[in-house]
């Protein structure tokens, strides 16, 4: 790929990000989504790890 497409291609991913967060707050965050994935269960977590 010739620098000028991969920094055309940077450009084009760095403003789709910048749009996709636009009004996100990190304080207060909203799932909009499903999750891609399940939580990780309470047994697979040790115990150093697990604050409850």
Do not use: C, H, Q, Y
């Amino acid at each position: 790929m010739s620098k000028s497409l991969a920094l055309e291609e940077l450009g084009l991913r760095r403003r789709m990000l910048f749009r996709l967060l636009r009004g996100f707050s990190f304080d207060a965050p909203v799932a909009r989504n499903e999750a891609i994935s399940e939580t990780v269960p309470n047994w697979m977590i040790t115990p150093e790890f697990n604050p409850r």
